[in-house]
């Protein structure tokens, strides 16, 4: 295990290439369908399995009506499997680069952390299991509560419901059981509350969520890590619910119409969804402009480290905010937290920024090679899939097979590509014993 986990490059793609093929084929099945005896889409099928284990949302046909009972238990089970594995892989990585370090630094890592050794795999799996199934859990009898008693929902039905929704927000997939995703239950905090509650707690990643379960009286006992992401997590939390709400407040197409209360629950939801989960509870197709814009840059940093979210992670665009402000006031090194970042871990950020900048360029330019949509919702759509989000202007369904086939290698690449490089990159550090002579080319 522990060679495989070295070649990340090699493994995950390999694995989840396989997994995406099982859950295609399990999605073609007459029994997956509601139509089950006509021929099954494949580029839908397959679309779907993609998003579900990338745990993006976006979707091609509507998950509601196209898909039967077993389909959707099978896009559950590869949102739960997708998410679970993405998770335990990131902090398995995440160990691994940590055991390169020197031995001074490992012990400092091991006294915080009590989880910077492979030899306790097993242990750290089962950690993660056990969270992610308590919380999994917990949010779903709470969902359940609400659809049995607040609409009268069959118990069967409410549990259903209840775990399946749960699910897709732990594992920020997106993904509902409604035509319309969330719209209808967009001023009951009951449904809006646990379900935004769930994508934060899954957004923030495990080494965080634990942290915060140890630790949440001694904060200044809080690894860097932890410090880095909490601090930048909920400053763009705070900056996108304010932000949602000075764009759509008087917006009739979106909650202009709406309540104060109405107002208050979209902003929160409208502010944590684009953090990768995907939930709309509004039309994104009638949203302002400027809220797209917010929502792009917001998709594009995504969530925490080593959790079920995407983008370029919090954690990186924090550390590269520090190494501006560092470079503003003169300062030589990047201290974070009474810490110094190591040199060749800032150039990993800047790294993996800019290959993530690269791949949403591409993509969104072969987009507007294969259709006639604009820039603007056509960038929307290619950093959601990138950032694995799942919030769409509504254009997906409709856009040609090609366009299609380019937001799934996105939505692929976006999920597998940031932990695949950013380990790669860690792994690959080299020293050397010497060095050649400075030269200094002009900048700016």
């Known amino acids: 295990m522990l060679e495989a986990v070295r070649h990340p490059g090699r493994i995950v793609p390999v694995l989840f290439s396989l997994f995406l093929t099982i859950g295609t084929i399990l999605l073609c099945l007459p029994i997956s369908r509601t139509n089950g005896e006509e021929a099954p889409n494949v580029l839908a099928a397959a679309f779907t399995a993609v998003s579900a284990s990338c745990v993006t949302g976006l979707a091609v046909v509507d998950t509601a009506t196209y898909w039967s009972t077993f389909g959707q238990f099978v896009i559950m089970l590869l949102i739960q499997v997708g998410g679970f594995g993405i998770m335990t892989m990131a902090t398995l990585l995440a160990i691994l680069v940590g055991g390169r370090l020197g031995l001074s630094t490992r012990l400092v890592a091991q006294s915080e952390s009590h989880a910077s050794s492979m030899g306790n795999v097993k242990a750290i799996l089962r950690t993660i299991g056990t969270t992610v199934v308590i919380t999994e859990v917990f949010v779903g009898l709470v969902l359940a509560a609400r659809f049995y008693f607040g609409y009268g929902y069959s118990l069967g039905s409410a549990l259903w419901q209840g775990l399946f929704h749960s699910i897709s927000a732990f594992n920020n997939a997106g993904f509902a059981l409604y035509s319309d995703n969330l719209m209808g239950f967009n001023q009951d905090i009951w449904i809006i509350g646990p379900i935004s509650a769930a994508i934060v707690a899954g957004g923030l990643g495990f080494p965080v969520f634990y942290e915060l379960y140890r630790?949440?009286?001694?904060?200044?006992?809080?690894?860097?890590?932890?410090?880095?992401?909490?601090?930048?997590?909920?400053?763009?939390?705070l900056v996108g619910c304010v932000g949602f709400a000075v764009f759509e407040w008087n917006n009739d197409g979106t909650i202009g119409q709406m309540s104060l209360w109405g107002k208050f629950?979209?902003?929160?939801?409208?502010?944590?969804?684009?953090?990768?989960?995907?939930?709309?509870?509004?039309?994104?197709?009638?949203?302002?402009?400027?809220?797209w814009a917010l929502d792009d840059a917001l998709m594009f940093i995504g969530g925490g480290s080593a959790g079920t979210a995407g983008g370029i992670k919090v954690g990186t665009f924090v550390l590269l905010a520090f190494v501006i402000w560092n470079e503003i006031r003169g300062e030589a090194d990047v201290v974070v937290g009474n810490r110094t970042v190591p040199r060749e871990l800032l150039r990993q950020a800047?790294?993996?920024?800019?290959?993530?900048i690269g791949v949403v360029a591409i993509g969104?330019?072969?987009?507007?090679?294969?259709?006639?949509?604009?820039?603007?919702?056509?960038?929307?759509?290619?950093?959601?899939?990138?950032?694995?989000?799942?919030?769409?202007?509504?254009?997906?369904?409709?856009?040609?097979?090609?366009?299609?086939?380019?937001?799934?290698?996105?939505?692929?690449?976006?999920?597998?590509?940031?932990?695949?490089?950013?380990?790669?990159?860690a792994l690959n550090t080299r020293h050397r014993h010497y060095r050649l002579p400075e030269e200094r080319p002009i900048i700016g």
């Open 364 to 425: 969104t330019m072969t987009l507007l090679i294969l259709t006639d949509y604009s820039l603007d919702v056509l960038a929307f759509e290619a950093i959601s899939a990138f950032g694995t989000v799942g919030l769409s202007t509504g254009i997906t369904p409709v856009l040609p097979g090609a366009a299609q086939l380019v937001l799934m290698a996105l939505m692929y690449v976006g999920r597998i590509g940031t932990v695949t490089t950013a380990t790669a990159l």
């Open 350 to 356: 800047v790294t993996v920024v800019l290959l993530a």
């Open 265 to 291: 629950i979209n902003s929160i939801i409208g502010g944590i969804t684009p953090r990768t989960a995907g939930f709309n509870a509004i039309d994104y197709g009638k949203a302002s402009h400027e809220t």
């Open 215 to 237: 630790r949440w009286r001694v904060p200044e006992k809080w690894t860097v890590h932890a410090k880095v992401t909490i601090l930048g997590y909920f400053s763009l939390l």
